[in-house]
């Protein structure tokens, strides 16, 4: 063989094809998925119960805001719970002493939630109102700081509305306390059941 002449080797078609054909099809037949195949349906019909839910949440705003603000109340009396149960398990008074504390006032914090959810949810909506314009203000700054090297702007893009909406809730504080937490988990809800609906169709297709 002539020096610099590498060597080819003809790869036929129907090969080629035979090769990619058995790739995608031990990619549907995954066996991770394969227990999920038969399943499809009760996926389907949780992601229709999440859109409906989110439906009711966005016709009903205030009620869902409430929902929101018991669950988030429910979460702090959890945590609080696992906090004091921690504590037993550290040793020293000083750190104890201080994760019961800890504890306690998520506890607390839970179970005011449910004798004032308005003031809950008004507070609740300041710092999400806050989150949102910090958030926004990061993505800005991460945009211009990386303009050679990503799609910067998408970043910029995506900082601008958070840091709207963070903007606007802030505008028309605290009368929107009475509805964003609602509209928030409606949309949520809305989004979370057509990611499962999407889920439970192709799981049909590949079944």
Do not use: C
């Not at 094809?17 to 389907?44: Q, R, Y």
């Not at 449910?114 to 507070?123: D, G, H, S, T, W």
């Amino acid at each position: 063989m002539p020096w610099g002449r590498p060597s080819r080797r003809a790869t036929p078609m129907g090969a080629t094809m035979t090769s990619t054909s058995g790739n995608l099809t031990t990619s549907a037949a995954s066996p991770d998925l394969e227990p999920l195949h038969a399943k499809w349906g009760w996926i389907v019909a949780l992601g229709v119960v999440y859109v409906i839910a989110g439906l009711i949440a966005l016709g009903s705003v205030l009620t869902a805001t409430v929902v929101s603000v018991f669950l988030v109340g429910i979460m702090m009396i959890i945590a609080g719970v696992a906090e004091v149960v921690g504590a037993f398990q550290i040793k020293g008074w000083g750190k104890f002493l201080l994760w019961v504390l800890l504890g306690v006032l998520y506890i607390v914090a839970g179970f005011v939630t449910f004798q004032n959810p308005l003031l809950a949810a008004a507070v609740l909506t300041l710092i999400l109102g806050v989150a949102l314009i910090a958030s926004g203000i990061m993505r800005i700054i991460l945009a211009f700081s990386v303009q050679q090297e990503t799609p910067w702007v998408w970043v910029l893009l995506s900082g601008l509305v958070t840091l709207l909406l963070g903007g606007l809730i802030l505008a028309r504080w605290p009368i929107s306390s009475l509805y964003i937490l609602g509209l928030f988990l409606g949309i949520d809800l809305v989004i979370a059941g057509a990611s499962w609906i999407g889920l439970g169709l192709g799981l049909r297709h590949h079944a």
